[in-house]
Each structure stands twice: as C-alpha cells, then as structure tokens.
C-alpha cells in the first residue's frame, strides 16, 4: 500500500527528471532559442551570405568577357612581359636568370603575335575599357619603372624573379577563366595553350626562387 509520503516522493522524482530532460544544450551556437544561440547563429549565416556573395561576383566577372576584352587583356599582359623580360635581359646578372628573361620575351612575342593575328583575321578590335586590363596596364607600367630604376646585382635579379611569380599567377588565374567565357574554339585553343605557357614560366621563375636565387 502506498502511503501519502511515498507518493509525494514519486511525484517529485517525477519532476526533477523532467527538468533535466527539458534543460538546454550548453552549445550556444545551436541553439536559436536563446539570445546568445540566436545571435551565434544569425552571425554564421551571414558570413556565408557574404562568402557566397563574394563568390559568385568574382565568378560574373571572369565569364562576363567578350572576345575583344579577352583579347586586350591577353595582350596587354604579353606587352607588359615582353618590356619586363627585355629588362632583364640586359640588367639581370644570373645568367639563369638572363636565359629566362629570353625565353620569356621569346614566348610572349609569339604569343602576342598570334593574338594580334586572329584579331585581325576574325576583325575583331580589342577592347582595353574593362577596370581589369586598364589596372594590369597600369601595373606593368610600375613594375617596368621599378625594374629601370634599381641597380643591377643579385638584389635585382630576386626582385625580378619575384615580380614575374606574381605577375604569371595573375594572368594564369584570367586566362583560365576565360575559357568559360568565349565560345569561339579557336580562341579557346589559343588560351589553352597559352595556360600551358603561363605555367611554364611560373614553374621555372619559382625554381629560380628556390634553387638558384635562394640566399
């Protein structure tokens, strides 16, 4: 027989273990019914608005090119090389890295006349009015002045080097994305050939980097 004590007793248990059932998870981030879940939460959700939202413009605006923006670019990068590569060729004193600096310019000179080419054969007038080939412009033209400026030595040559690292990783990451953007599969062809060309010449100024230039 249950007495009025014992089941006072049962009652209580019976409450105590629902409160520990019903007690929230420490995890504040998970947990959207409070103040601290709420604003964990919402502040997680942001970051990967704005992450995706970064994303996707940087995406528009490397497949949203026309074959003569392609074309501007490619050869205001060629240009911007071939000036840079003529530099050194005179002022580098590696002669490792006086052999690059000309086949650089060798590279760049064959590849900026075949673009100049299929321009004309396709009549098409590059187009230099995007911010990215105006900026690259301007770049080469201050890397060259910098270059012109400076004293011949070991100095100059790791500089140099280190420019065209990050000059070809630059123009590698357009060049790929170009692709995404023309249809003309010749021109696709052409810049196909010309990542493998990019890549080339970044592979070697790293090389230089590491082995021949490293102090």
Known sequence: MTTRYGRHCMIALSAATLLVACKPKDNA??????????????????????TDSANNAANASNSNWSDAQILAFT????????????????????AKVKAFARQMVTDHQAMLTEGNSFAKKNNITPDSTKGDVQDLQKDANNELQDLNSKAKGADWDKEFVEKEIDGHKKVLDKIQSFQNSTQNAQLKDML???SQKVQQHLDKAQALKDSTLKS
């Open 192 to 194: 196909t050939k010309a």
């Open 29 to 50: 981030t998970g947990d959207t019914t409070t103040a601290a879940g709420a604003v964990a939460t919402g502040s997680d959700s942001a970051n990967r608005a704005r």
């Open 75 to 94: 050869a205001a990068a060629n240009r911007g090389e071939i000036a840079e590569g003529k530099v050194a060729e005179t002022k580098a004193t590696n």
